[in-house]
């Protein structure tokens, strides 16, 4: 297997935020806006090392709170002290989960202060002026352009311009102010970059000009980015806490068991890591219902496996694993979705992460239930050899489950 690392991480930093985005159904291209405005406020004042970190940081600036039950822009411009609440934590959370990728530490740090204002009266460390990192100033002001763009009427640069005036010297500088509306100003880059239909192409184009940023093939580079995207998955839903990283490490250990070769392993442990990335694209209240699920709701969940599939097809290093992924609610009876495999039709680490998905979930604590015994999981386990898996695989991962602290 032929992985290029630097295309890899990169393929993966900027999926994931567009996918983060789609809220209801509905692309709304937050990071992917704020990453643009960014990238073009800052080209010219750094160079081009410190550009790639400033526009990789506007890509995951909000990546901190993927676990609110709605869209961040929705409580930005809302002034109560509930928003305020929820708020709070992103900055630092985001920069705790970007500083787990490889090379990105710079961009963690820009993270931090992208809701610091510079009259001092930002989050979450109340810094002041200049003491706030030009790229995290930058990222203040994209961000604002965008949640206006996004939760009010604005639809003309004098509209906005009004709307953003009054925080000048208190949100942002008067200086970075002007860059930003000069930008969108020149050749009416604002009525280009309006409609979201527009924002792919427009992305593409900045990124190209930017770069891609390094990644030395000697660091497990993809194998931690992964782990991230995991983390940011498992955050989306409370109750799954550490699953996505726990299935990976269970299929691991019983490819391992099982003598496969290296290639494959890797292959299950990554695939591991994202087989609930389809979740992202899941809407939180029915993630979060504590009660029964009705039928369309229960279908919506059964989605998440296909769109699995979708996600993994996007990123274009990955595309080798994206059945394996996708297919973890497969049964061997060919009973299970998305696309009703059977036996030996059900690639074999597939068959393998569907235990291992299972097994997990009946272990886990659920608002519903208390989670299962060893014992008791290996009773449903093998009650359901052969129609939801497969006997051999079973024969491996038993031991496996037992010698993994249970
Ligand atoms: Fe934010
Ligand atoms: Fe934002
Ligand atoms: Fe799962």
Redesign the pocket.
């Known amino acids: 297997m032929v992985i290029n690392p630097t295309k890899t991480v990169n393929e993966l930093i900027t999926a994931l935020p567009y996918i983060i985005d789609i809220e209801d159904g509905r692309k709304i291209y937050?990071s992917w806006r704020?990453a643009i405005l960014s990238g073009l406020c800052a080209k010219g004042p750094v160079g081009p090392g410190e550009l790639k970190y400033i526009f990789y940081a506007a890509l995951l600036?909000?990546i901190g709170g993927v676990g609110f039950p709605i869209h961040?822009?929705h409580y930005l411009k809302r002034n109560d002290k509930i928003s305020h609440n929820i708020l709070l934590s992103h900055p630092i959370v985001g920069a705790q989960l970007v500083s787990n990728i490889p090379q990105m530490n710079p961009a963690a740090k820009i993270i931090l202060d992208h809701h610091e204002w510079i009259n001092g009266h930002g989050y979450p460390r109340a810094k002041f002026g200049d003491s706030i990192s030009f790229g995290s100033q930058v990222i203040r002001i994209a961000?604002s352009i965008d949640?206006f763009l996004q939760t009010t009427r604005t639809r003309t640069l004098k509209q906005l311009k009004d709307k953003m005036s009054p925080n000048i010297d208190k949100e942002y500088s008067k200086d970075l102010f002007h860059r930003a509306f000069r930008i969108l100003e020149k050749d009416r880059f604002f009525y280009k970059i309006l409609p979201r239909k527009n924002v792919p192409l427009i992305f593409k184009e900045i990124h190209e000009e930017i770069g891609l940023l390094k990644i030395p093939a000697k660091i497990d580079a993809v194998g931690k980015t992964l782990e991230f995207v995991a983390q940011i998955v498992d955050m989306k839903h409370p109750f799954t806490s550490g699953h996505s990283l726990r299935v990976s490490r269970y299929a691991m250990a019983i490819a391992l068991a099982m003598s496969l070769g290296h290639d494959e392993v890797t292959r299950i442990r990554w695939a591991g890591l994202l087989h609930d990335i389809g979740k992202l694209s899941v809407s939180r209240h029915i993630l979060d219902k504590p009660t029964t699920l009705n039928h369309e709701e229960y279908q919506k969940i059964q989605k998440h496996a296909h769109q699995t599939f979708v996600i993994m097809n996007m990123i274009p290093s990955l595309r080798d694993i994206a059945l394996i992924a996708a297919a973890h609610h497969e049964r061997f009876d060919g009973s299970g979705y998305p696309f009703s495999l059977s036996k030996e039709g059900i690639p074999r680490s597939a068959r393998i992460l569907a235990l291992c998905d299972a097994f997990d979930a009946m272990t886990s604590n659920r608002p519903y239930r208390k989670p299962l015994t060893f014992e008791e999981a290996c009773r449903e386990i093998k009650k359901m050899s052969g129609t939801q898996f497969d006997p051999e695989i079973i024969n491996y991962a038993l031991p496996v489950f037992r010698s993994s602290g249970f």
């Open positions: 937050h704020v600036h909000d961040i822009i961000d949640i």
